[in-house]
Structure formats: structure tokens, C-alpha cells
């Protein structure tokens, strides 16, 4: 995984609760067996006015020119500004796929659904929770400023404004670690090898049924 | 020191190791895959060159993308053939035992897995999909994860992970007469909101839960998720343990005993101290159905449907606005005034026998009304369709004009060809009701199978009591 750094980037800001998977990234595309391409078909459903398919260009397709995505002021947000309850629904890792292939880097949200939130931090997406006051804040004022743009500081756990104003955020110590250096869990984990082994001899002691059975 | 609840007692057993960062190495004794939330994690085994840590951990069965009507041929869908493909080479080349498209005990992964004993008491039990919560039922901590996960549990056999907060829903006093599991926990999810169990695993407890049938109990662990808890459990009594007797992966002579001896103790204590406890009234709770885009927004069958003007919170309001617009609905009608334009009968949620024989109950006797196109009833896997078969369950179905199919996930999330068409309203037993979610523009109402099943007889909407009462 890349290395999170600090960037400033356009927000675009999507005004509905309860985002979910499903919205982020219809079922038809989770046919793929890649974890890349998916960028052009995050929120197909409210992007374009057709029924997208896997494998079209969709280049080629009807825009919905209402959508917040498809404004111009909006062209390469890096952060999305999002209501309570983002990326409830299912498990499907392609929803932050498809949000990092779009080019996001953070969501900002008052509230998310737990496995999406995880989701995201193992595919160097940061999501932030910030109050419903302050989050309400930001959509006045992405509404009212074109090219509005956030400074998100995870080393510093801050998000600064364009007027300096600093909103700190609270991360996972572990988390935050795992993003800023790019690591990955697996090889983390591996470290504990011994002890998983430790365990796992005497858990089969203990409960030899949950050992063999299937084979 | 007060007494530990069930999900204390299932983390500390499996515990590995505690950081010091706060976070936790949990071990995982059972981790089932399909073909959807896997490729990429093998893809990034064979990239590191790492192979699974423990192959007899693992049970892998294709359920999203197979066609439920004849499999004599290969897979129309290209991309959906070569995902279903892709799962066999896979298990094929690591050495995991999977139920392929053409084996009898193919199914729901969720239905797969309590079914041949795979599912145990006392098990942390993983899957790359959110509906894995089905099997705390039995007294397991499962939850769903995402596919970085399905690779770390492939290579590991653990988790990374923080211990959720504790709720307990208890729902007392009695049930009345034809109303199900499904009423329960759609009642649960109306109370607490989609987003009510977020952060928490929650156990269900109280007469009601004690009563029901381990089908029900997984019914209703199966939404936990739609509550916006990733783990839903209930503890072990005796009907948990008599579930298993003779499953093909459940243990036999004396490690039934020992097991046994085992399970008994998961239950929380009678002095175990929750973050969070709800109460409901069984007897309150009457056949439900939703009539939005959130599985929290959902009506008894008689009441009349709600107005945004009168939400206090904006944001809510708004996503009632919206969604009285994407479901072509009006505040103030009654679900009675909704026809089903299909039926569908199935899902993780509900298609194990004890659905079937509901729903055919129902049905039996009586025929589709011509109002609706299509009434199609998915069993969960194989062998549940094999049980309902036996029954004759299959032959009443047909006879009142609905559609029988080969076992999987179908209309539930439509990869496969069973999908809604544009504008569609559809009765549906799977748990959710998310825009598109049964196909581009459909509109779905979550019900139980006898509610499904009498929605598609009378040709809209009905209290199944009526039915019944007959």
C-alpha cells in the first residue's frame, strides 16, 4: 500500500444519508476478479442515466449532469463530504475501490458503518468522523465557495481549511500507523506467527473438533 | 466482578494476543468463501507468495452469480462464468474443499454452513459478506468482512481487531399467530435504525427468541448487519445443540460429548453488564413490511405510511422524500394499495425449509394472482431443496403458478439473471431494500416467506393472518 501523505484537495459534497454499498458501486461490477477499474462506475446509478454494464466504455454514456460528480466545479475532489451512515450495507471491498480508483483519498462523514470504515483504511482511504455542526458547516460553505479545498493532515490528525481554521479528527493509533507508513497487515501479523502457533496447539487440545473436520 | 456476556466469553476464547496499541489478534476457526469477495484475496496470496495457513479452516461454496433455473450448460453471463470459475481454480489449486455449481450441498454460503456442521457453537466465523452474522445464531461470533480480510484470515488465520461494545435485545412475552422471525427483526431495525447497532455486536435474548426454531434465530442474526451491527448472536440452549446431531462436520462419540459439555456454557451470564440494553414487546410486533429504500423504514401491514412533514430530524425527512420518489409511493397509503409486480421467495434471510414450508402453507390450494408476472421460489442450497422436494413442498409451489428454482443468492442482489426490471415492486424475503438492489430501478418490499407468499396469491399486499384465519 502507497504511503499516506498530507494533500489538499477539492471536496465535493454528496447531501444524502445512508449511502450504501450497493449506491457506491452496483452489483453488476463486482463480477470483476481485479481490484482496479471500478473508478468508472462509482455511483453508477446516479452518474448516468442508463443502466451500466460491466465491460462498456462508459466515456460513451449519458451523463446525469445534475449529479454532484459530474459538476464541473467539482472535476478531481479528492475528498468527499458525505451525511451519517456512509457505506452501510454490505462488505464488498470494491466500494472503497471504486472511491480510490475515482481519485478519493478521504471520505468525511458524521458517522460510518463499521466494515466499510475498515474497508477503507486497508485500501488507503481515510475516513473521518466529524460532528453533524461541523460537517453541516462544511456543506454551507463547499456550496458557497467554488474550488473549495480541505487540508487533510492525518500525521497532525487535523483538517485544515482554507482560512487556516484547524478541525482536529480522531483516528485509530494503529490505523493511522498502518496508513502513514503503508503497511501491510499481513506481514504484521506474520510477526506474531509463534504465538498464533502457541495457541492454535492448544485450542486443539482443548477443542479438537474445530481441527480436520473438513478436508 | 460482574459476569461476562456471551460475546465476552467467545473474544476471550480466542483471543491470541492483546497490543498494546489497543487492538487484538483474534483467531478464526471457520472461514467460508464464495466467488465474489475472494479472487482478489487469492490474486494477493499467489502476488506474496504466501499459502493458507490452515486449508481444513476453510469451506468455499459459488451462491451469488448461479443461475437458479437449468445448469446443464455452462454459465450464459461471460463475466459471471469466468468469477465462478475463477473460485474453482482457486480452490483447486490451494487444496479448499468447495461445493462446486453441480453438487448437491451447493448453496447460500450461509445456508451451506450450519447445514453440513461447518457452523459450530463457540466458532469465530468469518466471511467476505455482511450477512455472515446468520451464524451467531448458534452461538458464534461471526461477522462479515471485506476482501483485504478474506486474504489476512487465508494467511493467518486471524484478525486484527478492536472489541465492539455489547447491546442486548431482548424481546419478551409471546408472539401472535402468524407472525414470524422476519416480523421480529424488521420490528428491531424500525426501533433502532440502520444505523441503532453500529459499533456493537449484539445478542438477541427473551422469550421470543427462546421460542423460535434455529432457522428463525438465524433470520433474525441475519439482519443484525441491516441494524448496523456486524455481529448478531444468540445463546446456546438445548434446540442449538440438538441442531447439530448428525451433521456431516459436527464432532461424533466422544468429541460430541466434550463439545457438547462445551457449548453449554454459552449463554451470558445472569449478571453480565451490557453498553446498551432494548426491550420489545413480542406481543406488540405484527406482519411487516418496508415500504422505502432503508431497511429501517418499514410499516405494520395495516398502518398507514408515514409523512416526512411530521420527522423532526431534516436528514431523515430528506431520505424519505427520497425515497417515496424512487419507490413511486405517497405518504398516507397503505401498503394494501401496493401490487407486487414479481415475488420472490429466498435469499439468506429466508430459504431454509422452515421458509418453504411457511410460504407453501400459504400457497397451497390457491393460485398467483394474474397481477403479478413472475412468483419464483429460490431454495437455499441442495439440500434444502432436496428436504422441500420430499416434502412436496415444490409440487404445491408449482401448482399455484410459481416459479421453482436451483439453490442461490438470485433476486436477492440480482448478479445473477434473476433481476427486477425498471419501476418494478417486488415482495421480496431477502433483507434489503436498497435502490437497485434487486435490479436497475426496482422497488423492494421486505416481507416474510408466508407474507411473500400471500402477497402473491391475493395480488397486493395483505395481512397473511387473514389468509390464515380462513
Known sequence: ?215 | MAGKTLYDKLWDAHLVKQRDDGTALLYIDRHLLHEVTSPQAFEGLRFAGRKPWRLDANLATPDHNVPTTDRSGPIEDEVSRIQVQTLDDNCDEFGIVEFKMHDLRQGIVHVVGPEQGATLPGMTIVCGDSHTATHGAFGALAHGIGTSEVEHVLATQCLIQKKMKAMLIKVNGKLGAGVTAKDVVLAIIAKIGTAGGTGYAIEFAGDVISSLSMEGRMTICNMAIEAGARAGMVGVDDKTIAYFEGRPYAPKGANWDKAVQYWKTLHSDTDAKFDAVVELNGADIEPQVSWGTSPEMVVAIHETLPDPAAEKDPVKAEGMVRAYQYMGLKPGMKMSDVVPDRVFIGSCTNSRIEDLRAAAAVAKGRKVSSKVKQAMVVPGSGLVKQQAEAEGLHKIFIEAGFEWREPGCSMCLAMNADRLGDGEHCASTSNRNFEGRQGYGGRTHLVSPAMAAAAAVSGHFVDVRSLQEV
Not at chain 1, 482554507?162 to 498502518?178: L, M, N
Request: proline residues 6%; glycine residues 6%.
Open chain 1, 1 to 215: 500500500m502507497e504511503k499516506y501523505t498530507q494533500f489538499t484537495g477539492i471536496v465535493a459534497p454528496l447531501d444524502r444519508a445512508n449511502v450504501d454499498t450497493d449506491l457506491i458501486i452496483p452489483k453488476q461490477f463486482l463480477k470483476s476478479i481485479k481490484r482496479t477499474g471500478f473508478g468508472p462506475n462509482l455511483f453508477d446509478e446516479l452518474r448516468y442515466l442508463d443502466e451500466g454494464q460491466p465491460g462498456q466504455d462508459s466515456s460513451q454514456r449519458p451523463l446525469n449532469k445534475e449529479f454532484v460528480l459530474n459538476l464541473p466545479r467539482y472535476k478531481g475532489a479528492q475528498i468527499l463530504l458525505a451525511r451519517r451512515n456512509f457505506g452501510c450495507g454490505s462488505s464488498r471491498e470494491h466500494a472503497p475501490w471504486a472511491l480510490t480508483d475515482f481519485g478519493f483519498r478521504t471520505v468525511i462523514a458524521p458517522s460510518f458503518a463499521d466494515i466499510f470504515f475498515n474497508n477503507s483504511f486497508k485500501n488507503g482511504l481515510l475516513p473521518i468522523v466529524l460532528s453533524e455542526e461541523i460537517v453541516d458547516q462544511l456543506f454551507n460553505e463547499v456550496a458557497a465557495n467554488e474550488g473549495y479545498k480541505l487540508t487533510v493532515d492525518l500525521a497532525n490528525q487535523q483538517i485544515v481549511k482554507p482560512d487556516g481554521e484547524k478541525i482536529p479528527f480522531e483516528v485509530d493509533e494503529f490505523r493511522k500507523h498502518c496508513l502513514i507508513n503503508g503497511l501491510d497487515d499481513i506481514g504484521l501479523t506474520l510477526q506474531d506467527a509463534d504465538a498464533i502457533k502457541i495457541y492454535e496447539s492448544k485450542r486443539r487440545q482443548e477443542s479438537p473438533w474445530l481441527f480436520d473436520a473438513i478436508k
